[in-house]
């Protein structure tokens, strides 16, 4: 067994060689396309050959390492192999368009790049990173451009264990950029504090033990699973389209391995769980599922756990690239009680902050606040912006002087709060409700309305799939305005339709001032979770609709 020293478990990396000492032989990763696994062994011994390699080639500690590898072994190995010689992974979503892409890069600076055969041409085509990268590492075959291949590094590499960088809690050990879902795409600097947090949390909220079986949609999630010693099933599916994933693939993926813990945007587990609830399928060793990215209604929910067998659970942990987990809330005590006071225009419950996490509720400004103090806290019960100090938020973006500015607030205690630019109240039980976020608030002449309150209140209606409120006009004298999205294959008459809709608003004080309701095909949502409706440009659509 690999021996480290304790200082070296701040590197993320240093789980990896413990769960291989433990549990040496159980699978890690498993593909179903393609019926390839790697051991919890041979992961860590790939990763150690990977590592010598990376160093070989100039990549070392601190060299900020850009990685356009699609899930696969590979990944899996080269993420590790990147922590344990202390560089710095930079994990950009290649679903944010050739643009985002560049500008990304652009910012990151640099040095290393180790991607497939079509991120290097996108590379020279598009010229990411031509400024700074003077490293190539190819997955695959290397053609025209300059460069080793994975396969040269590692046949050139010794077969011995690798001594793991000894990192602090706080080096920096990745940055991950945004989904860019309200703005340009930002580069959040993960320490290797953050990422051991998230790990702790994540055991700890879930009871997560390790020999189960994982299945994660999203590619970061995965790299979790060995740090818990569980193995991930890693599914067939297009990971930047989760809403269109195929829900025979992922079931048969769950029942043929026994899949006890599932992570999927709330647009997959859409997608899936209406397939279940029209076929009847069971999933009885699927006991928890995870669902974060955006809120997921109590319909959503209902659909999916009626797959699960008594005591297994959904759970919508809150949270952001810059801070995640802070709260967690379980379906039971949605069904039980919230849900009832979601559809009356309460929020969405978000649930209790997890332990070690600080969470607090300020008044709602635009503006930066550079130091706390007590006098920025809101009243129970009255809506202000979230904010949160704990080990698994992260300190800043790279960069970008002047978000930082206007996301973290300094404690005269120590650390720092980040401002999580979502919109909130905490209620007479300590849990959080969510409103929505800061830059969707529509501020009317009657004051403000919030965007998650006034929609849950049109998204009872049955033939509404979701509904997305923007203001047109001038921020204080903005018209607030519904638009709707249909349930799939709902045909019904529009102006009956809309009609109801009104009506239903009239009902209550926070939507009756709204008469106005547009009718949109399909919403722009974001490219990660198929869940974040891009509000900006529904705005954009509505002004142009009512001109």
Known sequence: MKQTTESSFANIAAYLPRMAGQQPDTA???????????TFGE???????????LVKTGIASGVRTVLMVPPGPEFFAITFALFKVGAVPVLIDPGLGIKNLKNCLEEAQPLAFIGIPRAHIGRIIYGWGKDTLKIFITVGHCLFWQGKTLRQIVRLSPDNN??????????????LF?????????????????????????????????????????????????????????????????GSVDPIKIINTVKNYQVTTMFGSPALINRVGRYGAEHGVKLPALKRVISAGAPVSAVVLERFSG?????????????????????????REIFEETSRLTEKGYGVCIGRPVNGVQVELIVISDDPITTWHNGIKVDDGEVGEIVVKGPQVTRGYFRRENDDRLSKIADP?????????????????????????KAHRVETVDGPLFTIQVEAVFNCHQSVYRSALVGVGAKGDQQPVICIELEPGVKTDKEQLRKE????????????????????TSFPVDIRHNAKIFREKLAVWAAEKLK
Not at 162 to 175: F, G, L, N, P, Q
Not at 208 to 227: K, M, Q, V, Y
Not at 413 to 427: A, P, Q, S, V
Not at 501 to 520: E, G, K, R
Request: net charge negative; charged share 20%.
């Open 501 to 520: 809709l009104l009506q239903i608003a009239a009902s209550y004080p926070h939507t009756a001032v709204i008469n106005t309701v547009l009718f949109h």
């Open 162 to 175: 690798y001594e793991i960088a000894v990192t602090a809690a706080d080096d920096t050990a990745a940055i």
């Open 413 to 437: 205690d120590g650390g720092f709060f980040h401002r999580m630019g979502d919109l909130g109240r905490r209620d007479a039980d300590g849990r959080i409700w969510f409103y929505g976020r």
């Open 178 to 242: 945004t989904s860019g879902s309200t703005g340009p795409p930002k580069g959040v600097i993960y320490s290797h504090g953050n990422f051991s947090a998230q790990v702790e949390a994540l055991r700890q909220i879930y009871d997560i033990r390790p020999g189960e079986i994982d299945l994660p949609t999203f590619p970061l999630f995965a790299l979790f699973a060995p740090a818990l010693g569980m193995t991930a099933v890693i599914p067939e599916m297009d990971f930047t389209r989760p």
């Open 307 to 331: 797959m699960l067998a008594v005591g297994g659970e959904i759970f919508t942990p809150y949270g952001a690239t810059e801070a995640l987990p802070v709260c967690s809330i379980g379906s």
């Open 28 to 38: 890690a990763i498993i593909f179903p396309e393609g019926n390839r696994q790697l």
């Open 43 to 53: 992961l860590d011994r790939f990763s150690d050959r990977i590592a010598n390699g």
